[in-house]
């Protein structure tokens, strides 16, 4: 492969850049999940004349890969690396294949990984073939491959896995080597890949090769703390609240709540990080019920919460009754008999069916004349529920008098006497008065009584129902 004075020009210009940049990283991190980008595995380390030595150290290999190992459970979404083709027998930019293997336990890549037909092994687990570049930087010589998996991979926690970038060309060949299992040194490349720009990695001093990848933790948050009321009553609306709800990556969170009265919410939300969810919920029957919460986030569901218990109180309305007593015109009423079946009765109140009111458990009341009278009895208990008792009283009250004049139709009843007055006179005598009633007057006396009583005319002492 022959380098023209263009592409050494480009190597070096390039190589002042990354030296620049990266100059004096002798650790560099692995895992950052709290970086904006989602950076979760980098081991691009950067050494002087790493670019240009990666040209010459004879051996033209087309593809590299490095052993991947978390601590913690993640999701891989993207990988990002930058090349460089050199000479015109390859094509610009380079296409690649993407290969994540499961590890054969060997400490090298896995037996027949990066073969004509990269994914003919069992241990492959992922294949993304035909990534192509865009140009990077001045020269057209340099390509940047950000990649997004279509299908992103799952990494368990403490489980190692190898990462394949591999050239696709005519003239496509590798070969295999391994920097050793010193335990330091478990996450540099074990392969070659001098037709791209990057770091010498078969070089310790000079880091390891130059990507890295992009996720998440795969995570799910923890079930959340649910806080609120714990008793209630049907129909009320209360609301209910959660410790600071916590995602392992700090994205964003959803809840939804399960209410346990066949109501779930859907997913609400987003929440962010640290801060508190709410919601508020009533119930139309009294029970009791507990309530759960569950989140999601970027590293999946958590489970659903401890459930927080809450009764709801559902009222009984009162009973409304009462007894009577009558002495002529004085009604004594009586509701001790109404009772609230959960509770108490805060009030009582009377209407007298004459355009009168009143209000007390027990009361009297004088009505001015004798008839009958609706009664009705309105009770309220201590949550303003209420109930209504209607009754027919009648109530009466005969005066002795005597009368004198002429009447009509006169009418025998039980052992009242009914008539109607055209000109009588009515006296009576503790205390003395003298009323005169016109004609169309209606007047019930009691039968017996002493005199005459005739078809158009009363001469006769009797009791008068006033």
Not at 99 to 105: E, K, Q, S, V
Not at 129 to 144: A, K, L, M, Q, R
Not at 150 to 161: D, E, G, Q, V
Not at 402 to 418: A, M, P
């Amino acid at each position: 492969m022959k380098l023209t004075k263009k592409h050494l020009i480009s190597l070096f210009v390039l190589l002042l850049l990354v030296s620049t940049s990266f100059v004096g990283v002798s650790n560099p991190q692995r895992r950052d999940f709290s970086s904006k980008d989602n950076i979760i595995w980098t081991n691009g380390g950067f050494g002087n004349g790493s670019a240009y030595s990666s040209q010459t150290g004879g051996w033209f290999n087309s593809q590299v890969a490095d052993d991947i190992l978390f601590d913690q459970p993640v999701q891989i979404i993207g990988v990002h690396w930058w090349g460089c083709v050199i000479g015109d027998i390859y094509p610009n930019p380079s296409p690649f294949n993407i290969i994540f293997y499961a590890d054969d336990g060997s400490g090298t890549m896995p037996t027949g990984a990066g073969m004509d037909d990269p994914s003919s092994t069992a241990l492959a687990l992922n294949f993304l073939p035909n990534v192509i570049g865009i140009p990077f930087g001045p020269f057209d010589t340099w390509f940047e491959y950000n990649v997004t998996l279509p299908t992103s991979f799952p990494a368990i926690a403490n489980t190692k896995y190898w990462i394949v970038i591999q050239q696709i060309n005519e003239t496509s060949q590798w070969f295999w080597w391994t920097n050793g299992n010193n335990p330091d040194h478990l996450h540099d490349a074990v392969q070659g890949f001098p037709d791209l720009g990057v770091p010498y990695w078969t070089n310790l001093e000079s880091g390891d090769m130059a990507f890295y990848l992009t996720g998440h933790l795969n995570i799910p948050p923890s079930p959340p703390i649910i806080h609120g009321t714990t008793n209630g009553d049907v129909n009320n609306e209360y609301e209910f609240w959660t410790d600071p709800i916590i995602d392992p990556s700090g994205d964003s969170l959803y809840i939804r709540w399960d209410w346990d009265d066949g109501n779930i919410t859907d997913w609400l939300g987003p929440y962010s990080s640290g801060s508190i969810a709410s919601a508020s919920h009533s119930w139309t029957q009294g029970d009791a019920y507990e309530i759960r919460a569950q989140l999601k986030g970027i590293g999946g569901q958590s489970n659903w919460s401890e459930p927080h218990s809450i009764s709801i109180f559902q009222n009984t309305p009162p009973i409304a009754n009462f007894t009577s007593t009558i002495d002529e015109l004085i009604v004594t009423l009586d509701a001790s008999s109404s009772y609230d079946p959960d509770g108490s009765i805060s009030t009582w109140l009377w209407d007298f069916g004459d355009g009168t009111e009143g209000a007390g458990e027990i009361l009297t009341h004088t009505y001015q004349t004798s008839g009958t009278y609706t009664v009705t009895l309105t009770v309220t208990d201590d949550y303003g529920f209420t109930d209504t008792l209607a009754k027919n009283l009648s109530v009466e009250k005969y005066q002795k008098v005597f009368i004198v004049g002429r009447l009509k139709n006169s009418t025998y009843i039980g052992n009242t006497i009914e008539f109607t007055a055209t000109n009588l006179k009515v006296i009576t005598f503790q205390p003395f008065t003298y009323v005169s009633y016109k004609s169309g007057e209606h007047i019930i006396i009691l039968n017996p009584y002493t005199g005459h009583l005739g078809y158009r005319f009363i001469f006769a002492s009797c009791f008068k129902r006033v």
